[in-house]
């Protein structure tokens, strides 16, 4: 860390001159359970990790915005218009617009400022390096502008707003509030506004496992449309119960219905609700094992949530891939390497991006080796949840 910054310090003053800048790191996350739930108002069990993005940041006396990330070209955005502006749509000039406006809207006065950022959580990783980034940036307008009085769930809020609004995708909370808060974390969402979150105490080394992100190598940067046509799809399904999203529909009125849903939304809409009124289960069932040291009962949830995406959510596969299904085959890697070891489900958003696996340390040589071989070196991460979520470092 002390040479990172030393480098991003060296890089700011080329870039913006003498003055001193301050400095915030927010780290990637890791959804451990709650696989798309959090665009229903479900819950989720989640953490943060050892790879973060760190910014150095200072006030720079003009209305503008300026942001260098290392490796692209720097942006800028104009303090005088803080709408959605459609040709930045999907860009990172989307967001850095997007927290300024979120704040400026919570009742502060955003001024320019410039910003060096280096990273850890490469794009595609699976770490969600967008809402790391949005709670970044969230962070440093905290800092300069906010006398610090935004708490996590806040910038959590504003992240996603950012990304919903000015980025163009729909989704839901659960990232942000991972790298925002830190730890392992269960989120319950069913008041939007207000987040219950019940942190976890559990250190998975204590347990002889090693938690694992296998990069698939594939681009989900096109795939917005996959995302979106989940919550798209359970719209239909609560549509038909006069409700809003799926949490407020009753589990056995839906499963009274499934006739008349088949013919309204389809029969994947309808396998996708099953997922999630499932999953919902499953986090409660995680908690519960963690807390009370049964790292068995923890494993076997973790497979059953995997099996679960795979056959009711769908989101292993692109829709009409055939050539291409590098999930698919990371996670019948890890079933062949694995057996009836550890655990192992599709991560995240899915259709592509990673796969994690918790595998015994007496086998991690063996299981990195082997998706190595397949997904290249470097494909498989070994990650460790980090204590704390958006921080300021000192220097």
Request: charged share 25%.
């Amino acid at each position: 860390m002390e040479k990172r910054i030393e480098e991003l310090l060296g890089a700011f003053r080329e870039l913006f001159g003498e003055a001193k800048p301050v400095i915030y790191s927010a780290p990637g996350r890791t959804e451990i359970g709650g696989n798309h739930t959090d665009h229903q108002r479900g819950k989720v069990l989640a953490g943060s990790v050892d790879a973060d993005i760190i910014a150095a940041a200072a006030e720079n006396g003009s209305g503008t915005v300026r942001v260098k990330s290392e490796g692209y070209d720097m942006l800028q955005v104009d303090l005088g218009k803080l709408e959605p502006v459609e040709a930045e749509q999907g860009s990172t000039t989307a967001l850095v617009r997007g927290i300024c406006s979120e704040a400026v809207r919570r009742g502060y006065q955003v001024r320019g400022f410039d910003a060096c950022i280096t990273s850890q959580v490469m794009q595609g990783s699976g770490l969600s390096s967008s809402a790391a980034f949005e709670v970044l940036m969230g962070a440093v307008v905290n800092g300069l502008f906010c006398n610090e009085e935004l708490d996590a769930t806040d910038l959590a809020i504003m992240g996603q707003a950012a990304e919903n609004r000015f980025f163009g995708k729909p989704c839901g909370l659960m990232d942000q509030m991972a790298s925002a808060w830190g730890g392992i974390i269960a989120i319950d969402f069913k008041d939007p506004a207000k987040p219950v979150v019940h942190p976890v105490d559990f250190d998975f080394a204590s347990a002889g496992h090693s938690l694992c992100m296998i990069d698939v190598g594939a681009d989900h940067a096109s795939l917005t449309h996959e995302y979106a046509a989940i919550p798209a799809e359970m719209k239909k399904i609560s549509a038909h119960f006069g409700k809003a999203v799926l949490r407020e529909v009753e589990e056995a009125e839906f499963f009274a219905a499934v006739p008349e849903l088949r013919k309204e939304a389809g029969d994947r809409a309808v396998l996708r609700a099953i997922h999630i009124f499932q999953e919902n289960r499953r986090v409660d069932e995680l908690c519960r094992a963690l807390e009370a040291g049964d790292f068995d009962a923890f494993l076997r949830t973790v497979r059953r949530s995997g099996q679960s995406s795979w056959m009711y959510l769908q989101n292993v596969v692109v829709t009409g891939s055939v050539q291409e299904q590098s999930a698919a085959l990371a996670l019948a890697l890890c079933d062949s390497v694995l057996g009836k070891r550890g655990a192992y489900r599709i991560h995240g958003g899915g259709f592509g991006g990673t796969v994690q696996a918790f595998v015994p340390d007496d086998m991690l040589e063996e299981f990195r080796q082997k998706v190595e071989a397949v997904f290249g070196s470097g494909s498989c991460h070994v990650m460790k949840i980090r204590s704390r979520g958006f921080m300021k470092v000192e220097y």
